[in-house]
């Protein structure tokens, strides 16, 4: 996702740097550049990278208004 949105963008590594290090991130364009093509990074990472960028997580956030009810025959006792 992170990745995705950086080419829609038309950011680079170095842009993602740079606007990290406008919030106080200190991170290097290599290791932007690694965490990503590894696809491992920490969430927090994940959290400061979207900000940078202006990603809005609020519109990924799940519609929780309602309740599911599991089928009770997963809970049925032999």
Do not use: C, W
């Not at 590594?13 to 920490?42: C, H, M, P, Q, T």
């Amino acid at each position: 996702m992170l990745k995705a949105e950086l080419k829609r963008q038309n950011l680079t590594y170095a842009e993602l740097s740079d606007r990290l290090a406008a919030l106080g991130v200190d991170e290097s364009e290599a290791s932007i550049r690694n965490k990503i093509s590894r696809g491992s990074f920490s969430f927090v990472f994940a959290l400061q990278a979207t900000k940078a960028i202006g990603l809005d997580l609020i519109a990924f956030r799940p519609d929780v208004s309602y309740v599911v009810q599991p089928p009770s025959e997963l809970f049925h006792q032999r």
